[in-house]
Nanobody
Framework: QVQLVESGGGLVQAGGSLRLSCAAS????????MGWFRQAPGKGREFVAA????????YSADSVKGRFTLSRDNAKNTVYLQMNSLKPEDTAVYYC???????????????????????WGQGTQVTVSS
């Protein structure tokens, strides 16, 4: 069982920055690919960004490319989503997710579909004011 705890959300003005963190309670964090999704009121869950289990590859949604950066520190069992140039349309609850990825063929695999993930955090609210 993997527990994920997000932090770092809050209220920020348009153009500002936030850094979200997701801490995982698991012994073998490096065997999990990680992802971030978001859900705005009245909308479905949307893919934001993903990172391979080694951190060697990342993939982002077009809507956040060039503004959001995903990284991980396997020694600290934590992934970070650095969000810059925030826009009001980025307002949502942001969820961290983990997917078990094993073997040498998964070192660079990233996952961009919510149904591929095994574990989810409770979410953290990000509100961007105009």
């Amino acid at each position: 069982q993997v527990q994920l705890v997000e932090s770092g959300g809050g209220l920020v003005q348009a153009g500002g920055s936030l850094r979200l963190s997701c801490a995982a309670s698991v012994r073998t964090f490096s065997t999990y690919a990680m992802g971030w999704f978001r859900q705005a009121p009245g909308k479905g869950r949307e893919f934001v960004a993903a990172i391979s289990r080694t951190g060697g590859r990342t993939y982002s949604a077009d809507s956040v490319k060039g503004r959001f950066t995903l990284s991980r520190d396997n020694a600290k069992n934590t992934v970070y989503l650095q969000m810059n140039s925030l826009k009001p349309e980025d307002t949502a609850v942001y969820y961290c997710a983990a997917k078990g990825a094993y073997g040498i063929y998964t070192t660079s695999t990233v996952y961009d579909t919510s149904t591929q993930y095994d574990y989810w955090g409770q979410g953290t609210q990000v509100t961007v004011s105009s």
